[in-house]
């Protein structure tokens, strides 16, 4: 059986990155274009860390799966477990446009 054309694909990666552009556009950033980010455990509930993300931060999870956060002190963006190896996986994220908070729910 033959598989979707090559076209699907890009007719897929286009409408998946207007709806992101959307999301995004949505977002009420701050003056610096940050917006306050939560990771929260999926299973209980508990707050993991607080910082700040930005488009920058929000496409790289999009893409890796992995907490990724805009460090204002270093003024770029890292992902948790750079360094450390710990790495903290997303499950799922969303936004509550009406305070811009950003919650990331993790494992």
């Known amino acids: 059986l033959a598989g979707p054309a090559p076209s699907d694909y890009i007719l897929f990666d ?3 990155l207007v709806k992101v552009q959307t999301l995004l556009d949505s977002v009420k950033w701050d003056d610096k274009g940050l917006a306050v980010a939560i990771a929260q455990n999926v299973d209980t509930g508990a707050i993991l860390m607080q910082g700040f993300t930005n488009r920058d931060a929000v496409t ?3 893409s ?3 907490v990724t956060l805009y460090s204002r002190s ?6 948790k477990g750079e360094t450390s190896n710990n790495f903290i996986n997303i499950h799922d994220f969303f936004f509550i446009v009406i305070v811009t908070l950003y919650v990331l729910k993790t494992s």
Do not use: E, G, Q
């Open 60 to 62: 790289t999870v999009i």
């Open 64 to 66: 890796s799966r992995k």
């Open 74 to 79: 270093r003024s770029m963006l890292w992902t």
């Open 14 to 16: 286009i409408s998946f």
